[in-house]
């Protein structure tokens, strides 16, 4: 469905050029949603605008549903860029207009007619959970309801694909989840494709599928999540796998490393680690966590070691996959 | 006071009080009209100052955008008092006489025009790039962007600026009285610089503030009224 072959993109600054993507081959499937993560100056926003050539790649090709990007006339780029839209971390919502003509704008563009383009705004809001917000101005609104209005505009044409630029860096833990949930509803109902950029590790964590990890304007690893997540190979890769960019073997050499991520667990269940020794009689040690709580909900990651003796780590590993309310993964650390 | 009554200033000034409101009108439509039509050679120029650049929705070959600028400034740079001169024959060219407020227009419009572009490029600079961005991600062309985007979203800025410009005119179009451009500013120069009248100048001064007044104070209510950025 996207199809990106070693595309380069240079740009020229006042120091020389700067290489901000080199050789980038990345095959996006239809209905994926794939994740492309990276640090900040990873050249993770280039590569985005590469895919609709709000930036263009100085070599290689981009090929989306089977048309190569490269090769479009202005007007056939408009007219693809109508199938592949995008939201932003800015909103970037139109200020003196209200939602309804904010959504109706893309459509206005392609020259919809009013009456057939204000019933479609309707149902875009319905969908998005803000029906009583046809006549706001973007400026009353909260971040995460400014990012909905921004998702049922980019709807409002009908894409196959939904690029989202750092949509939910710029809003709260609990505004993102339910921003996530909204994209993955998209994807699930509508069959839209999702490229979501982001520097955040739990985004890929919550709804990523096949995830890129870009680093320095390369991508240095490429697969499904929990494959990337269970043994990640390169170092950027390590660097955001593991929390605090910990997990050195030879801190605890021999021992086997477990990475467990709370999706959600209620903090009123009962302690992880406490419950291990107790009732599993496993004394695990933490070797890295990054955890918060958002509204009684425990959200992030933890590495541990197990125990070890072989038996008890065994034992240990049983009893934490059948744990509710975490996944985990045997790590190679 | 029964001493002021009996001087020549103040009988200067009632011989002239039924000539005011006439003088008030003239100055009033010299600006309008002028504003107006700076407004209409300005606007598209100001949005080709910020359109055109390398980087623009819609740039243009950098050689016309030097060429612009270079003209723009150099309008601008000719005292008004000396372009009323310089434009002498042209005035006479289009409106057939340089005396009189409809002859005044021509200079007024010719510099005020670089300056309201001027205006118009700093309001539509105001514009955040991210917008004009999501506006082109969604296959925008430029000519759409300018007119539903960048104008539109930079409006409240329009507006005070084009004030700014309309107060500005209007001071002008009163020094165009030293030519013989009528209004206000003429009455205010006959009496108050050649033949040292100074309560005509002072009323007719006067008259002139209730009228800049009166511009700012509508100009800055219809700013914050079509802003639709601030909570009401």
Same mark, same amino acid.
């Given at each position: ?333 | ?118 205006? %118009?490029?700093?309001? +539509?600079?105001? !514009?955040?790039?991210? *917008? ?7 296959? $925008? #062309? ?60 002072? %009323?007719?001064?006067? +008259?002139?503030? !209730?009228?800049?007044? *009166? ?7 219809? $700013? #914050? ?8």
């Amino acid at each position: 469905m996207i199809e990106i072959q070693h595309m380069t993109k240079r740009f020229a600054t006042q120091s020389g050029t700067v290489v901000a993507l080199r050789d980038i081959s990345l095959s996006i499937r239809d209905r994926d949603i794939y994740g492309i993560i990276g640090m900040s100056g990873a050249g993770k926003s280039t590569l985005v605008r590469c895919i609709n050539m709000l930036e263009r790649p100085d070599e290689g090709t981009v090929v989306v549903n089977g048309r190569e990007m490269n090769n479009l006339n202005a007007a056939e780029l408009r007219a693809a860029r109508r199938e592949i839209t995008m939201i932003f971390q800015q909103f970037n919502l139109l200020m003196q207009r209200t939602c309804l003509k904010n959504i109706c704008f893309p459509m206005e563009l392609a020259k919809v007619p009013k009456a057939e383009a204000v019933k479609r705004a309707r149902e875009l809001l319905e969908l998005v959970g803000l029906p009583d917000k046809a006549d706001a101005y973007p400026a009353q609104l909260s971040g995460g309801q400014k990012q909905r209005i921004a998702i049922a505009r980019a709807l409002a044409t009908n894409p196959k694909v939904l690029l989202c630029d750092e949509a939910t860096s710029a809003l709260d833990p609990n505004t993102t989840h339910s921003i996530l949930q909204l994209i993955r509803k998209i994807n699930q109902e509508l069959g839209i494709t999702v490229v979501i950029i982001t520097h955040q590790m739990s985004v890929v964590e919550e709804i990523c599928n096949r995830v890129a990890i870009l680093d320095e304007g390369t991508v240095v690893e490429e697969g499904e999540v929990q494959a990337i997540f269970s043994n990640p190979q390169s170092a950027a890769a390590r660097r955001l796998v593991f929390p605090g960019g910990a997990a050195r073997s030879e801190m605890l050499p021999g021992r086997r490393m477990v990475r467990v991520a709370f999706n959600g667990t209620q903090t009123t269940d009962k302690p992880l680690v406490a419950s291990l020794a107790i009732e599993c009689g496993a004394l695990v040690s933490i070797v890295a966590a990054d955890t918060r709580i958002v509204n009684g909900q425990t959200l992030g990651s933890m590495l541990l070691a197990l125990p070890e003796s072989r038996e008890d780590a065994e034992k240990a590993m049983a009893y934490i996959r059948n744990y509710p309310g975490i996944t985990c993964e045997e790590v190679e650390a | 006071m029964s001493a002021l009554f009996a001087s020549e200033e103040w009988q200067v000034l009632m011989d002239n009080l039924p000539t005011l409101p006439f003088a008030t009108w003239e100055s009033f439509y010299a600006t309008i009209l002028s504003t107006f039509l700076a407004l209409v050679i300005g606007i598209p120029l100001g949005v080709l100052l910020v359109a055109g650049e390398q980087g623009g929705v819609l740039p243009l070959p950098r050689w016309l955008m030097q060429l612009l600028n270079v003209v723009i400034n150099l309008l601008r740079s000719v005292p008004f008092l000396i372009l009323m001169i310089f434009v002498i024959p042209l005035s006479q060219a289009i409106v057939g006489t340089s005396i009189g407020t409809v002859a005044s227009i021509v200079p007024l419009v010719i510099a005020s025009f670089p300056f309201v572009s001027r205006l %118009v490029e700093s309001s +539509l600079r105001e !514009v955040d790039g991210g *917008v004009i961005e999501a506006a082109q991600s969604m296959g $925008a #062309t430029p000519m759409q962007i300018i007119a539903k985007v960048m104008i539109p979203e930079s409006m409240p800025s329009l507006i005070s600026n084009i004030t700014i410009a309309l107060t500005t005119i209007l001071g002008y179009s009163a020094m165009a009285g030293i030519i013989g451009g009528g209004g206000l500013g003429q009455i205010a120069i006959n009496y108050g610089y050649y033949r040292y009248k100074y309560l005509i100048m002072a %009323v007719a001064t006067a +008259l002139l503030v !209730v009228m800049v007044q *009166v511009f700012q104070s509508l100009g800055t209510w219809l $700013a #914050t009224h079509c802003d639709k950025r601030l909570r009401r």
